[in-house]
């Protein structure tokens, strides 16, 4: 009864690399999909307080939407390059390690379970055991917590940004060309800040957090900055500069 208590306790968690990797990837297509939804809603809310003129607002939030694709797509390829080259130079700096140096790298890796507690002698085994199976990873994974086959690809993780942002884009966009102008932004508020409450509990979810929270807080920052847009574009509409 108490194994299958501690079993169950433990089904969220990610002990498998696999799963944790697809966690993660699953988190941050949530946050690219909510920059979508806030980054595209704040335009296009900001262009309907100015004009009710359908072809303004749908060139505005078109343009938004594309640039922010490419403007994540971007970021997340010089982001992950850096990352991914920086894994790849110490995997072969640890690759040359064990061929020029194995005895020391052997000490050292026994070294390393030692300090986490097991003895001497356990520690010594492990290490033998481990480097006799797959040296290389057995060190990756100990002194730099790398997976050799974990590296993720730069160009996936663009396209995943890009993707995810645009059809985030897409329900600010549909909310405010669809209705009637007199119910574009009641309409487009109301949309979004519900799929924002979702996402910020999906995210939420994902990493383990109190999803009310979580909700709560997208869904503030999200009304503050429609708020902030709509006043400013009715401003620069009453004062005739648009």
Same mark, same amino acid.
């Given at each position: 009864m108490a194994s299958t208590e501690r079993s169950a306790r433990h089904d969220r968690e990610p002990h498998d690399n696999d799963i944790a990797q697809r966690l993660n990837w699953l988190r941050a297509g949530v946050l690219g999909a909510n920059d979508g939804i806030v980054s595209v809603a704040a335009?296009?809310?900001?262009?309907? @307080? $100015?004009?009710?003129?359908?072809?303004a607002i749908l060139a505005a939030g078109a343009a938004g939407a594309l640039g922010g694709a490419v403007s994540m797509a971007l970021g997340e390829y010089v982001s992950?390059?850096?990352?991914?080259?920086?894994?790849?130079?110490?995997?072969?700096?640890?690759?040359?390690e064990l061929e020029e140096q194995p005895e020391e790298e052997l000490a050292e890796l026994a070294a390393i379970y030692e300090s986490k507690g097991l003895s001497s002698g356990?520690?010594?085994t492990v290490a033998k055991e481990l480097t006799a199976h797959?040296?290389?990873?057995?060190?990756?994974?100990?002194?730099?917590?790398?997976?050799?086959d974990g590296i993720v690809s730069a160009w996936h993780a663009a396209f995943a940004s890009a993707i995810a942002f645009t059809l @985030? $884009?897409?329900?600010?966009?549909?909310?405010?060309?669809?209705p009637p102008p007199a119910l574009r932004v009641p309409l487009t508020f109301v949309s979004v800040l519900v799929a924002l409450a979702l996402t910020g509990a999906l995210g939420a979810w994902i990493g383990g957090s109190s999803r009310t929270r979580a909700a709560v807080r997208v869904v503030v920052g999200g009304a503050l900055a429609l708020a902030a847009t709509f006043s400013l574009g009715s401003l620069l509409g009453s004062t005739g500069v648009i």
């Open positions: 335009i296009v809310v900001g262009v309907a @307080g $100015a004009t009710t003129n359908t072809g992950v390059s850096s990352q991914s080259d920086s894994q790849k130079a110490l995997i072969e700096k640890e690759r040359r356990t520690a010594w797959n040296a290389l990873a057995a060190h990756l994974s100990a002194e730099l917590n790398i997976d050799e @985030g $884009a897409l329900l600010p966009l549909l909310s405010i060309l669809l």
